[in-house]
C-alpha cells in the first residue's frame, strides 16, 4: 500500500516493512533472529525454523526491492544464547555490495551484541533522516517524525462473524510503528482513538482498518481492553 508521510511517499509492505523509493530504504523492525534457537537453548520446546522463515522473507525484500540501504529498528537479534554459527552465517550471507545496513540499538541488542563480520553501522536511536527520526521505542522527537518498533502492534478485526488478530502499521501523529518483522514474536493489540491510521497486512495485502468509535481515549498505542474489537461496517 503507497501512503503519503510527511511528504514523502512510503510502502507499507505486506511483509511487515516499510519501504521508501526515494532512499532506496528498506526498514524492518524487531526481526528478533534467534529468538527460536534462544529458547531451546533454555529447554522450552519451541518449533524449528522461524528465524529462517524471518532471514528467507528479507531476503526476498532485499531481492525485490534492490534496496540500497537497509535498516532494522532495534532488536535485530533476541538473545546472545540464539546466536549459533550457523544462524549467523545464514544472516551474513543476505549481505550484498552496494547495500548498507544501519542498526538503531534496541533493547535486545543491547544483552544480544551486535553480529560480527557484518558491514553494520549501529546508531542510537533519534538517527534522522530527512523529515524522520528512527527509533526503537516510540517515544516523540522534536522537530521529526518518529518511526520505530519494540510494540509489535497489532490490530483485532471481526468480519462475517469471523475474528482475527493481524500485524499492523499504526501511524499516529508524530510517531508511527512498523509490525515486528520477526516470524516468532508476540504482540499488543491496538485500538482506534481517531487520529491513529491502523494498516493490517494479511497474506499479501495491507489493507487499512477503519476506525469504530474510540472505546476510550489514548494515543492509539496502547493495547487494547479485553474483548474489544475493530469491526468492519
Keep these: 500500500m503507497k ?21 532506496s530504504a528498506l526498514l524492518v523492525a524487531d526481526a528478533h533472529v534467534g529468538k ?12 524449528d525454523g522461524s528465524s529462517s ?3 528467507a522473507r528479507l531476503a526476498a525484500l532485499l531481492h525485490r526491492t534492490g534496496a540500497r ?13 540464539g546466536c549459533t554459527p550457523a544462524l549467523m552465517a545464514q544472516l551474513a550471507a543476505l549481505h550484498r555490495d552496494g547495500c548498507d545496513w544501519l542498526l538503531v ?18 546508531v542510537d536511536e533519534g538517527w534522522r533522516i530527512g523529515p524522520f527520526a528512527l ?12 518511526l520505530a518498533g519494540h510494540v509489535h502492534p497489532a490490530v483485532r478485526i471481526e468480519a462475517a462473524g469471523d475474528r482475527l488478530r493481524l500485524p499492523c502499521f499504526a501511524l499516529g501523529q508524530d510517531v508511527g510503528l512498523l509490525p515486528a518483522f520477526g516470524s516468532f514474536t508476540g504482540h499488543a493489540t491496538l485500538e482506534h482513538d481517531g487520529t491513529t491510521r ?21 494515543n492509539g498505542m496502547r493495547p487494547r481492553p479485553p474483548r474489544a474489537e475493530t469491526r468492519f461496517p
Design 53 to 55: 522463515d524471518t532471514l
Design 3 to 23: 501512503i503519503e508521510l510527511c511528504g514523502e511517499q512510503l510502502e507499507l509492505l505486506a511483509e511487515r516493512a516499510l519501504w521508501w523509493p526515494a532512499q
Design 69 to 81: 540501504r537497509l535498516v532494522f529498528l532495534g532488536d535485530l537479534l533476541h538473545a546472545r544464547n
Design 198 to 218: 491502523l494498516y493490517a497486512c494479511a497474506g499479501d495485502h495491507v489493507f487499512e482498518v477503519p476506525a469504530t468509535p474510540p472505546r476510550r481515549r489514548g
Design 135 to 146: 527509533c526503537h521505542h516510540p517515544e516523540p522527537v522534536a522537530g521529526a517524525y518518529v
Design 105 to 122: 540499538r534496541g533493547n535486545h541488542d543491547a544483552h544480544a551484541g551486535i553480529p560480527q563480520g557484518l558491514p553494520l553501522s549501529v
Design 36 to 47: 527460536g534457537s534462544s529458547f531451546r537453548a533454555l529447554g522450552v520446546p519451541v518449533p
